[in-house]
């Protein structure tokens, strides 16, 4: 390397600590120093420096950052390509000279980087650019790394095994005797990491390859199961979980492979299943395995006997780990810890495996452990067992359908269990019953189950089962026919206002919801209770109005929208005046984008169209604006490097989903999706519901919706663009 590199590649280092000062104004013009100094008017400078720096520096920081950076800025898009059609990126423009400096530069560091961290991102580098270039661009980059692999030197036989994790089409296009070669050895190699990046490696290629040359390699599964054996004899969890999780992959794209082994996996992944000493993560990685196999290649998994034999009692078990926190009876059902994430898990898994296995193989095994963890003095039992029974319905539903009278005698009589969460777990129960099996649970059972379920929405000492009571009954509501409902109707919406008056807002807002559903079902039956609820909703939304009520007032909006609609436009009439005033000040006081008023306020504006028609006209520009700027909403995304914490600044229960393409983390935001396909089906609805009326606005959404047909990201906002 020229001393001109070298003096520009001094220039470039101060240009990267700046880069990482935690100072931010410092930051900011650092960036833009390398975008517009470097970047736009010496790219091949850049590169070549950065690679001089990532195999020459001194510092095992800089030449990781280095690293990091020449693969940030080699595919960006080049200098001048302004528009989608044009595909020039910065390694492109470099020319041939400076690509084969950066490579040489980059395989020197491959042999002789010394930090683990710094070979790391080295690795991450040289994977990212052999999947950016055609192939044949880099010949010497596969014989290096098989001399890696057999290199003498644990960090190098890593390195190779890492890159082809994420090149894995470097390796489809060899013999099998050079696949079986290149990987057998590795897995049982002296040092765990180097087993651990061969195993990643190999379900890459597994992953990448065609049937027949992943038929060719099955004899390799076993060897590669072998690597997960010493993780947990010498207690590595953390590299026990990554190995799972890689089989996890490989269980999805080729299960047919795990055949010959599936008993000593199975036997393997629900030891760890059941052994309360390991990690919760650990424990449910391994399940993960099973549940993901029985899925993929459910015909497989039901012709081996002891694969459900094996794995229900170990979901048994877990959904039983669950602690008699105190906080729990008066806390809001959105703040449980994560002390019940076993139990979450336990539930997912067996539905997932009824579904995936059916009721003829599961239902048997399951109610084996069923009535007598029912009996147990054990409240921890007692509770399993109900959510057991809620979690297998949809996927054994032919069978249980049959035996439906059965069990709910079975369960019923656990409303009056002297446990708080018992009782709570077969509200649950009866709930997601009443989805499963509609409506012949409505229709024939409707007596036995209402008779257990509605004394329940009195027990105000306990407010978390008193609200799960009046949830369950919304599952109930939904799909029972009015004849049945209707002798209930007094009772119930007796315990629904008294809960109205509860100290916990989070059951008052579950008997607004419950009270909707109800009016919905009820249409003008409802009428006789609309000049008791009706008072009490407007004030709500005329009191209740600090941040800490605004999910409250959503749902009051829901629920007098939905009344609205039941008892029709006659009885609201009186009201219209001042609901519409409360909900245009409630429309103006969003002014938070996660302010949770602004969906119900969508929703409720748009039922209110339906109600009032042609008068509703006039109150579109009130509407309109919101629903227009949602339409438009354009997704947030987000790509990450593979090592980078997505969940520090992307929650998932922000919305952000992230999946690994090309070794990186790409990520986008799926709630801001859902919001524009909502927004995209009411404006269709206005339409249809004013017609005429809504002409003024029928330029501006078309302009909206039109370009939505190609909205590729989305099938729902395309399909409520076309119906619009």
């Known amino acids: 390397m020229s001393s001109a590199i070298e003096q520009k590649a001094s220039l470039l280092k101060g240009l990267m600590s700046s880069l990482m000062s935690s100072d931010n104004d410092a930051r900011t013009h650092a960036e833009n120093s390398l975008k517009t100094e470097w970047v736009a008017t010496q790219p091949q400078t850049l590169l070549g420096s950065l690679a001089f720096l990532v195999h020459q520096d001194t510092e ?31 390694w492109s423009i470099v020319g041939p000279a400076v690509q084969q400096a950066v490579k040489n530069e980059l395989l020197g560091s491959l042999n002789d980087e010394s930090d683990k961290g710094a070979r790391h991102k080295l690795c991450d580098t040289i994977a990212d650019i ?157 399940l993960e395995v099973l549940v993901t196999l029985a899925e993929a290649a459910p015909g497989m998994c039901r012709k081996n006997a002891q694969f459900s034999q094996a794995i229900v009692p170990v979901c048994m078990q877990m959904l039983s780990s669950i602690d008699d926190d105190e906080d729990w009876y008066s806390a809001s059902p959105n703040d449980d810890g994560d002390n019940e994430e076993n139990c979450v898990f336990a539930e997912q898994s067996l539905d997932r495996l009824a579904i995936a296995l059916g009721g003829k193989q599961l239902l048997p095994i399951a109610f084996n452990y069923i009535p007598q963890m029912l009996a147990s003095s054990d409240w921890r039992q007692r509770h399993a067992a109900l959510m057991a029974v809620s979690s297998i319905g949809e996927g054994c539903y032919k069978i249980m359908r049959a035996e439906l009278q059965k069990i709910l005698e079975l369960i019923v009589p656990f409303f009056k269990d002297p446990h708080a969460r018992v009782r709570y777990a077969v509200c649950n129960c009866v709930g997601q019953m009443s989805t499963d099996f509609s409506p012949a649970l409505q229709e024939k059972h409707h007596a036995l189950v209402l008779a257990g379920l509605i004394p329940v929405m009195d027990e105000a000492a306990v407010p978390r089962v008193q609200a799960h009571a009046a949830a369950a009954m919304v599952n109930f509501a939904e799909d029972v026919t009015r004849v049945v409902l209707e002798p209930y109707l007094d009772t119930l919406l007796e315990r ?55 999910l409250m007032r959503g749902k009051t909006m829901e629920c007098a929208t939905f009344i609205a609609l039941a008892v029709g436009k006659d009885v609201f009439a009186p009201d219209i005046p001042r609901f519409v005033e409360l909900l245009t000040a409630s429309q103006q006081s969003v002014t938070e984008a996660d302010d949770p008023q602004a969906s119900y306020l969508q929703a409720s504006w748009a039922r209110l169209c339906r109600l009032m028609g042609a008068e509703f006209a006039p109150l579109l520009p009130v509407v309109m604006p919101a629903l227009l700027t949602a339409a438009r909403l354009q997704p947030d995304f987000a790509v990450l490097d593979l090592d980078e914490d997505a969940e520090a600044n992307y929650a998932a229960e922000d919305g952000w989903e992230f999946a690994a393409v090309n070794g990186q983390q790409i990520g986008i935001k799926t709630t801001a999706l859902e919001e524009k396909c909502t927004a995209v089906e009411l404006l269709g609805s206005y339409a249809r519901d004013l017609g005429a009326g809504f002409q003024t606005y029928a330029a501006e959404v078309l302009e909206v919706v039109v370009p939505l047909f190609k909205f590729y990201f989305h099938e729902g906002v395309r399909a409520a663009a076309a119906a619009a």
Request: glycine share 4%; proline share 4%.
């Open 130 to 286: 052999s999947n950016g270039i055609d192939e044949g661009e880099w010949p010497e980059l596969l014989p290096t790394l098989y001399g890696c692999a057999q290199n003498s030197n644990p960090l190098l036989r890593e390195s190779a095994y890492r890159i082809f994790a994420w090149c894995s089409h470097l390796l489809t296009g060899q013999s099998v005797e050079t696949i079986n070669t290149a990987f057998i050895g590795a897995f049982q190699d002296a040092d765990a990491t180097v087993r651990l990046a061969a195993l990643k490696a190999a379900v890459a290629y597994i992953s990448e390859a065609d049937d027949k040359q992943r038929s060719a390699v099955s004899a390799m599964v076993p060897q590669m199961l072998s690597v997960l054996e010493p993780l947990l004899r010498d207690n590595d969890e953390a590299g026990l979980v990554e190995a799972l999780s890689a089989l996890i992959d490989a269980a999805e794209e080729a299960p047919k492979l795990f055949r010959s082994v599936l008993g000593s996996l199975t036997t393997f992944a629900t030891e760890i299943g059941k052994s309360e000493g390991l990690e919760d993560r650990t424990r449910q990685t391994a």
């Open 496 to 550: 629904l206002f008294h809960m109205l008056t509860s100290q916990h807002q989070y059951v008052q807002e579950q008997a607004i919801t419950t009270i909707a559903t109800i009016a919905d079902n009820a249409q003008s039956r409802f009428a006789k209770y609309y000049s008791t609820i009706m008072p009490m909703l407007l004030n709500v939304l005329a009191q209740a109005t600090d941040v800490e009520h605004r």
């Open 60 to 90: 095992p920081q800089a030449r990781a950052f280095a690293s990091v950076l020449l693969r940030r800025i080699a595919f960006q898009s080049a200098p001048g390509a302004e528009y989608k059609e044009d595909e020039r990126t910065v």
